[in-house]
């Protein structure tokens, strides 16, 4: 079985790649390494099932051979990045599923496409089921992501209802773990890289949002069930145990010695007041839910960081 996995050498489409390595298929990953990084697959470079080419998806993709899979995961995913780069954004959103899409139907391929928690907005519901529609600004800031991966879902939608293209659609939740980019802005590298730096730990707002994180290696397993499963419609993969921001600050705050204070700043625009996902379905379908403690989870990825940190400070100092 061979696989094309778009942004191949991100967080989350890296472990992907070596989940399906380690289960015996053959990959290839496509990346124009603008939010993702070759050191994150350089481990996987030796193996002769995997292979990885630069290229932006959001332009016509061209790949030679058979293909029976075709995983989307090509797109910036934190506020800093998509902020920075809104109009990337959309377009990999909107052009790069559509290319995505077309390649799976010329290769008479499956598709599956990496959605998000952000297609419900603020939510007005809480924990948040797929049957929710969303609460969306779809002309603030976040919009660019929000709406790019809302219209990505109604696009694979339409290859699966128009042309039969055998499609699915997850909608991950907040992830943490090895290889994320201590300054991609989301909450557990920020407070990491300022608590690393000596800086104080930023907390938006009063602290009270809630956010709920699962362990990488966690979300993979559910993304490589759904990806086998014959469920069409999207599905929450995350850990559903809710906590705030605040708490989780202070629980990065414990794992330093002399860790800096917690200082606080205006809340973002549009920033979801709740995210929590409703697993009923995965645990239903795919007999999924996480098995990693946040306790656990933190230990393994501060440990990652420290040491990738400190080998940088050496580098710098060489």
Known sequence: MRAVVTGGAGFLGSHLCDRLVAEGWDVLALDNLVTGADSNISHLHKNPRFRCTRADVSNYIDVPGPVDYVLHFASPASPVDYLKMPIQTLKVGALGTHNALGLALAK???????????CYGDP??????ETYWGHVNSIGPRGVYDEAKRY???MTMAYHRYHGVDTHIVRIFNTYGPRMRLNDGRALPNFVHQALTAKPLTV????????SFCYVLDLIDGIYRLMLSDEHL????????????LQFAERIRS???GAPKIIFEPLPQDDPKQRCPDITKAKRILRWEPKVGLDEGLRITLDYFKEHFAAKQNAGAD
Do not use: C, M, W
């Open 124 to 129: 007005e519901v809480s924990p948040q089921p």
């Open 204 to 211: 938006y707002g009063d602290g009270k949002q809630t956010r």
């Open 234 to 245: 999207p599905t929450n993969i995350g850990n559903p145990h809710e906590i705030t921001i």
């Open 255 to 257: 794992y330093f010695q």
């Open 152 to 154: 990505a879902e109604a």
């Open 108 to 118: 008479k391929a499956k598709f599956f496409l990496a959605s998000t928690s952000e």
